[in-house]
Nanobody, 126 residues
Framework: QVHLVESGGGTVRAGGSLRLSCFASGYSLISFCLGWFRQAPGKEREGVASIDDDGVTTYAASVKGRFTISRAGSTIFLEMTNLRPEATGTYHC??????????????????????WGQGTQVTVLS
């Protein structure tokens, strides 16, 4: 059973920074893919970033150059800089090989909440 716990959300003004953390347990991280997606009220879920077991990272175009995903042991991080109001939402940590192999769209179609955490709220004020 995978268990993912996010932390680090908060409220910042546009241009500010936040660092999200996700502690994963219940399985070995060695051969898994981990990532972050976000959901704002009334909007579709959006994949933000992912990292595979080789350290290869991917980013949504809207965050590239401003967000950085990294991992250290059983924890992954999302460093977010120069935040914009449209980044507001609940950020969830997720794990599934589908994310890295096939992309977020397929993950959202085939996966379930068993593979992501409860989320941490990020609010960016204009």
């Amino acid at each position: 059973q995978v268990h993912l716990v996010e932390s680090g959300g908060g409220t910042v003004r546009a241009g500010g920074s936040l660092r999200l953390s996700c502690f994963a347990s219940g399985y070995s991280l060695i051969s898994f893919c981990l990532g972050w997606f976000r959901q704002a009220p009334g909007k579709e879920r959006e994949g933000v970033a992912s990292i595979d077991d080789d350290g290869v990272t991917t980013y949504a175009a809207s965050v590239k150059g401003r967000f950085t995903i990294s991992r250290a042991g059983s924890t992954i991080f999302l460093e977010m800089t120069n935040l914009r109001p449209e980044a507001t939402g609940t950020y969830h940590c997720a794990t599934d090989l589908v994310i890295c192999r096939n992309g977020w769209d397929l993950f959202f179609q085939v996966s379930s909440s068993d593979y992501w955490g409860q989320g941490t709220q990020v609010t960016v004020l204009s």
